[in-house]
């Protein structure tokens, strides 16, 4: 079976920065753009964040900033939001996490 569960030791054996950053960024790619087209973001809603067995969890990333952007993404993924730097930043601010997402000039890295 594909979906076996990884000791906690063996959990981040393979971490890589490259790899985590890419991730980030490509979910936000696959649900950027205007509101109107969300709804055509539903499979890849489904393909992301619908299998409990394979899905992808804010606690997967080894960097707590990294965990905190993607939960971000996930809350806005739920309400049907475009994810994009402006309304990242926006909702990291509002929550007061920001700099827990290692700042504004971290998270324009990350998403440009």
Do not use: C
């Not at 936000?28 to 899905?55: C, L, V």
């Not at 993404?73 to 994009?84: A, N």
Request: no cysteine.
């Amino acid at each position: 079976m594909l979906g076996h569960r990884r000791s906690p030791q063996a959990r981040y054996a393979r971490w890589s920065l490259q790899q985590e950053r890419s991730t980030l960024y490509i979910h936000a790619a696959a649900f950027s753009g205007r509101p109107e087209n969300i709804k055509d973001s539903a499979p890849k809603a489904q393909f992301f964040m619908s299998s409990q067995e394979f899905s992808l969890r804010p606690e997967d990333f080894y960097l707590d900033a990294h965990r905190v952007i993607f939960r971000q993404m996930i809350e806005l993924m739920e309400r049907s939001k475009v994810i994009d730097l402006i309304t990242i930043q926006d909702e990291l601010v509002r929550a007061s996490q920001l700099e827990s997402a290692g700042g504004i000039g971290y998270l324009a890295g990350l998403l440009d």
